[in-house]
């Protein structure tokens, strides 16, 4: 929000919203918590909210969708988390990589990525962020709830790396 209003994603796109916003960072941990590993990045998000770090918002989604451009251009950072697909035997590292706008994609609810939502932010709001995608290894996306062990210490990892950011971004 700012000056009291409320951000409309159907507004103009020439609408900027960050102005003065308290939230300084985004964390939206996505997948299926019915799929086994897919529902780390979830998982992460229900921790990380849970820590109720100051100027900081988490949103556990199951999907990434359009709305969520709203969100993103609210912030001066969004941390993305979710699950990769990897072998078996792959070790249980994590991934960061810095995300920049996708303005050459085709934004449909069946295609959202972080980096289509970042450039639905900077078209709707002329804002960008500063963005990364936390990948966690995952091997398992049986139905269930339960994390393979592969994907718990992915988990582990990126709850460090969530915190390790949160302090860095206060200095």
């Known amino acids: 929000m700012t000056a009291g209003r409320e951000v409309n994603p159907m507004d103009s796109p020439a609408t900027s919203v960050r102005g003065a916003a308290q939230l300084t960072t985004l964390v939206i941990g996505y997948g299926n918590t019915l799929r086994g590993d897919d529902g780390v990045g979830y998982q992460v998000a229900e921790t990380v909210l849970a820590w109720h770090l100051a100027g900081v918002k988490v949103l556990p989604c199951h999907q990434l969708t359009p709305e969520l451009a709203a969100e993103i251009a609210l912030v001066q950072q969004v941390v993305f988390v ?13 991934t960061l990589q810095r995300l920049h706008p996708d303005e050459g994609v085709t934004f449909t609810t069946h295609a959202a990525t972080p980096s289509a939502l970042l450039a639905l932010a900077k078209w709707l709001y002329h804002e960008t962020p500063v963005a990364y995608q936390l990948t966690i290894p995952a091997i398992n996306f049986d139905m269930g709830a339960t994390l ?18 949160y302090t860095d971004w206060q200095c």
């Open 148 to 165: 393979s062990p592969t994907a718990a210490a992915g988990k582990a990892l990126a709850l460090a790396q969530v915190r390790q950011l």
């Open 82 to 94: 979710d699950a990769a697909i990897a072998p078996a035997t792959a070790p249980p590292d994590i």
